[in-house]
């Protein structure tokens, strides 16, 4: 079954915001650090921002102030506002859910499918 679906990818103009949610399974999610990482066309997956089970939050240099990891644990879900973007930040995005919390980024945990993210220059 699919275990974490992401939404709220689409195009923007530079500048502009977008709020990224990935809903989890109920199963999955409590105890869980969960992440948000992107791949752009020809370069590796980079994390964006992280969140542990009992919210410290990480985020990638490129995106402090302007991007913020939430999660609402009662709703199963983990969302990533994303404010005064940039084209650079053009990428699919990728939700994961990982446990322990040093396995996040691994192949080990649960990952979405993606959504993708435009900014326009």
């Known amino acids: 079954q699919v275990q974490l679906v992401e939404s709220g990818g689409g195009l923007v103009q530079s500048g502009g915001s977008l709020r990224l949610s990935c809903a989890a399974s109920?199963?999955?999610?409590?105890?869980?650090?969960m992440g948000w990482y992107r791949q752009a066309p020809g370069k590796q997956r980079e994390m964006v921002a992280t969140?542990?089970?009992?919210?410290?939050?990480n985020y990638a240099d490129s995106v402090k102030d302007r991007f913020t990891i939430s999660r609402d644990n009662a709703k199963s879900t983990v969302y990533l506002q994303m404010n005064s973007l940039k084209p650079e930040n053009t990428a699919v995005y990728y939700c994961?859910?990982?446990?322990?919390?040093?396995?996040?980024?691994?192949?080990?945990?649960?990952w979405g499918q993606g959504t993708q993210v435009t900014v326009s220059s």
């Open positions: 994961n859910a990982a446990f322990p919390a040093s396995t996040l980024g691994s192949l080990t945990g649960y």
């Open positions: 109920r199963m999955i999610f409590r105890g869980y650090a």
């Open positions: 969140i542990t089970s009992g919210g410290t939050t």
